[in-house]
């Protein structure tokens, strides 16, 4: 046998220890993990960093085909649908399928991490560099610097997240361009913890508080808690900025939020102390160089969460990658050039979904005509069975990719739209409903102006953590 191939992938986090896992089963190549971070295995997960995600079929799917979806989805906990908290009035549950029996599931990005690692780290030609920073690359020979430290690879892959090194590399050498988009909305974490030894919400949903402009959602943990996540404007009033002495938090919590002080008792620290992470969608025009370079997950295509897809994304692309190693018998330029050109427009079409959901989350799903909708959706996915699908269990619960939801979604809503005008009584709803004042909101994906765009800059920090 030959001298073994060297791939260097550049970040341990999700995508890069499950790449690791894929490329390791292959033979004849030596894999090195490189990670900024210490071993995370043994310590606690940074403070308000995403504790929890939600994982769907997609990232499950991954997992199953290197046999290690039973080991995480041990300690996940299906959530079956969105429960409503109104600022006043009844909770509403609102299931994810027709069916009501699909869930997503939350699962904890450490335990994840974690047993990703150890399952890269379980095949003899998998080495992991802790404490390795990525400072400097040669695109065109494979030559990285790690602080002082030296290495080359064959091919590297940067897995480094949303503030990507190897992306901010690519981009110094006029390799790519990029442009990111930033929200003008941050995130932060609370802790809402078991009480009585119990959870203080019901587990089997996700929790979401919508308030027109802003929002608040809380994932359960198997500890019996539930990670709360604040989704408001950076600026302006009821802002982050606003919003920083205990009575003012206390006030507007009482008011906005009524049901959750009584729940939360470090609702003042855990406000004060988590930090606000930074929300945005990242395009880049090209994602491999020199046919030895390639980005991958966040790095390549970090996007908003409001549709908990970044780390299904991210692991759908390992899985592509997979295929078009086999597709092109490890021919490393010609499958990587696959990868990107059956990656690219999926990410794009989720990064759009994405940015509309959050609109239906913060917005939408506590209005009656969404409410209507989605009923009249679950009545047409049960009368048309595989024949109308929503757009939710697509992207959640099916690997159809991206860009073909979409497609499929705007197909069907003008079929039913027609099916409604044609019954004549219904046209006006029909115009009123699909593509009126609810379709303008979704269709054009934007948040209006908040936003704000950086073009051919790097994300410091990113909207990682
Ligand atoms: P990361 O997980 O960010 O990993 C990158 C790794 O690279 C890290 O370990 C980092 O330390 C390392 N690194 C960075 N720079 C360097 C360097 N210079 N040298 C070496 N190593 C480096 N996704 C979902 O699917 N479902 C959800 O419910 C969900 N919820 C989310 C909620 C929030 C608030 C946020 C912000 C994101 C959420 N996501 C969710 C998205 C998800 O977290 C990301 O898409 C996912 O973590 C991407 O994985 P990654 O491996 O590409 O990047």
Same mark, same amino acid.
């Given at each position: 046998?030959?001298?073994?191939?060297?791939?260097?992938?550049?970040?341990?986090?999700?995508?890069?220890?499950?790449?690791?896992?894929?490329?390791?089963?292959?033979?004849?190549?030596?894999?090195?993990?490189?990670?900024?971070?210490?071993?995370?295995?043994?310590?606690?997960? #940074?403070?308000?960093?995403?504790?929890n995600l939600a994982l769907s079929?997609?990232g499950l799917?991954?997992?199953?085909?290197?046999?290690?979806?039973?080991?995480v989805m041990?300690d996940a906990l299906p959530m079956?649908?969105?429960?409503?908290?109104?600022?006043?009035?009844?909770?509403?549950?609102?299931?994810?399928?027709?069916?009501?029996?699909?869930a997503i599931n939350s699962i904890?990005?450490?335990?994840?991490?974690?047993?990703?690692?150890?399952?890269?780290?379980?095949?003899?030609?998998?080495?992991?560099?802790?404490?390795?920073?990525?400072?400097?690359?040669?695109?065109?020979?494979?030559?990285?610097?790690?602080?002082?430290?030296?290495?080359?690879?064959?091919?590297?892959?940067?897995?480094?997240?949303?503030?990507?090194?190897?992306?901010?590399?690519?981009?110094?050498?006029?390799?790519?361009? #990029?442009?990111?988009?930033?929200?003008?909305?941050?995130?932060? #974490?609370?802790?809402?913890?078991?009480?009585?030894?119990?959870?203080?919400?019901?587990?089997?949903?996700?929790?979401?508080?919508?308030?027109?402009?802003?929002?608040?959602?809380?994932l359960?943990?198997?500890?019996?808690?539930? /990670?709360?996540?604040?989704?408001?404007?950076?600026?302006? /009033?009821?802002?982050?900025?606003?919003?920083?002495?205990?009575?003012?938090? @206390? @006030?507007?919590?009482?008011?906005?939020?009524?049901?959750?002080?009584?729940?939360?008792?470090?609702?003042?620290?855990?406000?004060? #102390?988590?930090?606000?992470?930074?929300?945005? /969608?990242?395009?880049?025009?090209?994602?491999?160089?020199?046919?030895?370079?390639?980005?991958?997950?966040?790095?390549?295509?970090?996007?908003?969460?409001?549709?908990g897809?970044?780390?299904?994304?991210?692991?759908?692309?390992?899985?592509?990658?997979?295929?078009?190693?086999?597709?092109?018998?490890?021919?490393?330029?010609?499958?990587?050039?696959?990868?990107?050109?059956?990656?690219?427009?999926?990410?794009?079409?989720?990064?759009?979904?994405?940015?509309?959901?959050?609109?239906?989350?913060?917005?939408?799903?506590?209005?009656?005509?969404?409410?209507?909708?989605?009923?009249?959706?679950?009545?047409?996915? /049960?009368?048309?069975?595989?024949?109308?699908?929503?757009?939710?269990?697509?992207?959640?619960?099916?690997?159809?990719?991206?860009?073909?939801?979409? @497609?499929?979604?705007?197909?069907?809503?003008?079929?039913?739209?027609?099916?409604?005008?044609?019954?004549?009584?219904?046209?006006?709803?029909?115009?009123?409903?699909?593509?009126?004042?609810?379709?303008?909101?979704?269709?054009?994906?934007?948040?209006?102006?908040?936003?704000?765009?950086?073009?051919?800059?790097?994300?410091?920090?990113?909207?990682?953590?």
């Amino acid at each position: 046998m030959g001298l073994a191939m060297r791939v260097a992938i550049v970040g341990a986090g999700l995508a890069g220890s499950l790449l690791a896992t894929y490329l390791a089963r292959r033979e004849g190549y030596e894999i090195a993990l490189y990670e900024r971070r210490t071993d995370p295995r043994g310590t606690a997960p #940074e403070r308000g960093r995403s504790i929890n995600l939600a994982l769907s079929e997609r990232g499950l799917d991954a997992l199953r085909r290197v046999g290690l979806s039973d080991q995480v989805m041990k300690d996940a906990l299906p959530m079956r649908g969105r429960m409503i908290h109104p600022v006043a009035g009844d909770l509403d549950f609102q299931p994810y399928s027709h069916s009501g029996d699909r869930a997503i599931n939350s699962i904890s990005r450490g335990a994840l991490n974690n047993a990703l690692l150890d399952a890269a780290l379980s095949y003899r030609n998998v080495t992991v560099h802790f404490g390795h920073k990525l400072t400097a690359l040669d695109p065109a020979t494979g030559s990285m610097e790690f602080g002082g430290v030296r290495a080359r690879a064959d091919i590297v892959l940067g897995a480094d997240g949303a503030g990507s090194a190897v992306r901010g590399q690519l981009l110094a050498v006029g390799l790519l361009d #990029e442009s990111l988009d930033f929200l003008d909305y941050g995130y932060k #974490e609370l802790t809402i913890p078991a009480r009585s030894g119990d959870f203080a919400l019901d587990p089997a949903a996700l929790h979401i508080w919508p308030r027109g402009s802003s929002m608040m959602i809380a994932l359960p943990n198997p500890d019996r808690s539930f /990670t709360c996540t604040l989704f408001w404007p950076n600026g302006g /009033t009821a802002s982050f900025a606003s919003l920083s002495s205990p009575a003012a938090i @206390r @006030r507007h919590f009482e008011r906005a939020y009524p049901d959750v002080p009584p729940l939360a008792p470090d609702l003042i620290s855990d406000y004060q #102390e988590n930090p606000v992470g930074l929300l945005g /969608t990242v395009h880049c025009d090209t994602w491999i160089a020199h046919g030895r370079v390639a980005l991958i997950g966040d790095a390549a295509h970090a996007i908003v969460p409001f549709y908990g897809q970044g780390a299904n994304a991210a692991f759908e692309d390992v899985v592509e990658l997979d295929r078009c190693l086999d597709e092109t018998a490890g021919d490393w330029p010609r499958a990587l050039a696959l990868y990107q050109e059956r990656r690219q427009a999926n990410s794009e079409a989720i990064a759009q979904m994405a940015l509309e959901n959050f609109v239906e989350m913060r917005d939408k799903v506590a209005s009656p005509v969404f409410q209507w909708r989605k009923k009249l959706e679950h009545v047409l996915e /049960t009368a048309l069975p595989g024949r109308y699908v929503s757009r939710y269990e697509l992207v959640s619960f099916s690997t159809t990719p991206y860009a073909q939801v979409q @497609r499929r979604i705007r197909r069907q809503q003008l079929a039913v739209g027609a099916a409604l005008a044609a019954t004549g009584a219904a046209t006006a709803l029909a115009a009123v409903i699909l593509y009126g004042r609810w379709g303008r909101h979704t269709r054009s994906g934007q948040m209006g102006n908040h936003s704000r765009k950086i073009v051919g800059q790097k994300i410091v920090g990113g909207g990682g953590r």
